[in-house]
């Protein structure tokens, strides 16, 4: 994500400077998300023996986790506000949109929204931090919100078996496998339609390469009949995200 966002503001055209910024900030509030995430999450990450988690493995305690997502919250606050208060509080709505689902939404219907709102306003962070702020085009916030709900369903669909077990109750979760499996994928790929039909400039050939190859991946990874824990629908949603955002920095320098 770091990367990603630090990516669009050079595209954007924030100079060397802003970009730092940009990555700065963005790289606090993800810690900060990840480790409320491994904080919060710790005796479920325990139950299902994740061996990916130090809080579960006992490497670290859930304490000095959630104390370190503090420091890194913390943190995210002034580096935020360096790209100017507009863009700040654009970003810092972000992080509090993770926090929200980590806490709470994660377990109820509504556990999309957070995805969406994060990923929507990313491009209003990186262009309300211009030499000459302004609100980014709709589709830039349109393709942005897609590929978070894609995002959401993408985390979620190999974990939905254990997420069951342990209580948790989000959307897909609601939804079930079947129609994470075939949604995930399509998601993604409705976030290309967006950047395609709707930026400025887009058509070219780079543009119908990446969507067809889009459309290709999206439909072979989740029509392949593999087996109801197939991690197949999983990396065709990976790779049409891939797809997306690198049609989103194409058309990054059109965002504002």
């Not at 940009?22 to 606090?28: C, N, R, S």
């Not at 949604?183 to 967006?194: E, N, Q, R, T, W």
């Not at 290709?216 to 790779?239: C, D, E, M, Q, Y």
Request: one cysteine or more; charged letters at 10%.
């Amino acid at each position: 994500m770091t990367v990603f966002v630090t990516a669009l503001a050079v595209a954007a055209g924030r100079g060397a400077a802003g970009s730092v910024a940009v990555a700065a900030a963005v790289l606090a509030g993800q810690l900060s998300v990840g480790w409320c995430n491994d904080a919060a999450d710790a005796r479920r990450d325990t139950v299902c023996e994740r061996r990916d988690k130090p809080v579960a493995t006992g490497e670290l305690s859930s304490r000095a986790v959630a104390l370190a997502a503090g420091t890194a919250l913390t943190l995210c606050v002034p580096l935020s506000l360096l790209s100017g208060a507009a863009a700040g509080a654009a970003h810092l709505g972000m992080v509090a949109a993770g926090w929200a689902y980590n806490l709470r939404l994660k377990h109820t219907v509504l556990s999309p929204l957070p995805y969406a709102t994060a990923f929507g306003a990313l491009p209003a962070f990186v262009t309300l931090g211009l030499p000459t702020p302004s609100w980014p085009a709709w589709w830039a916030v349109t393709a942005g919100a897609l590929l978070g709900v894609g995002a959401h369903l993408v985390n979620v669909l190999p974990d939905i078996e254990d997420d069951l077990a342990t209580g948790v109750r989000g959307a897909p979760q609601r939804l079930g496998r079947p129609a994470c499996r075939w949604l995930a994928p399509f998601v993604m790929l409705a976030a290309v339609g967006v950047l395609v039909a709707g930026a400025p400039g887009a058509g070219g050939i780079p543009d119908r390469v990446l969507a067809t190859a889009a459309v290709i991946v999206a439909v072979t990874g989740t029509a392949l009949p593999s087996g109801a824990r197939s991690r197949w629908p999983f990396r065709a949603a990976i790779v049409a995200s891939g797809m997306a955002v690198a049609l989103l920095l194409l058309r990054g320098s059109d965002m504002a």
